[in-house]
């Protein structure tokens, strides 16, 4: 095992293990370092590479702490890797979003939040009125995840939210593709979601979110964009 890898897994033993919980003060470099067997460079490779992950926070003058280990800031960060994934990994990560979504939305309309219908009712009303393919973008992420953090649950909300990052930049609202019949079951789709979060029942909001974004999965592997810069 190389020293780097050797002080990484070291450092995630003592903070899954408990023995550096959520806000812990690491120990002092040389101490940190002889419990791990391993050099400062390594050590220091190691708490940077934690860092990108959100695990560990470096505070200037106080020293290294671990982080709160918030799921939903954790799993923020996969976005810096899923950006990278292609077309097929996408397809792959939206069954994912089909699960977690369908029970996100399910959740929303059991909570029967009384303001939730009348947001996403205006949301969609913008939706329809509009044929430009970033302001689509933006107010369907906009829906969506306001129903998500209805559903209650940030860990649900960060990673569908990292998963719909990747998406927006596979576009099919495009010039090319059948833009009008593309909108229109589209709009159907958010309508019916909407319907079922008004009427407060939860089995046919996780049908609709379902069958909403299965219509979305067929639409790229139909289409198979190109991926582009998100607007």
Sequence with gaps: MAATDKALAGLRQMIASGELGPGA???PEPELCEHLGVSR????EAVRSLG???VIESRHGSGTYVSALDPAAIISRFSLSVELIPLEGLLELLEVRRVLESHATATAAARQDPELAGR???ILDR???TTDATEIQHLDAEFHGAICTAGGNPT???????IR???GHYRIFEPGTDFDAIKQTSDRGHRAILAAITTRDPAAAATAASAHIAQTERWLRALRPTPQPVP
């Excluded at 460079?41 to 220091?44: E, G």
């Excluded at 649900?156 to 990292?162: P, S």
């Design 41 to 44: 460079s390594s050590l220091r």
């Design 120 to 122: 996403l009712s205006e």
């Design 165 to 167: 990052g990747r998406g």
């Design 156 to 162: 649900v909300t960060a990673l569908t939210d990292v």
């Design 52 to 54: 990108a992950l959100g």
């Design 127 to 129: 939706l329809e009125s």
């Design 25 to 27: 003060k690491f120990p």
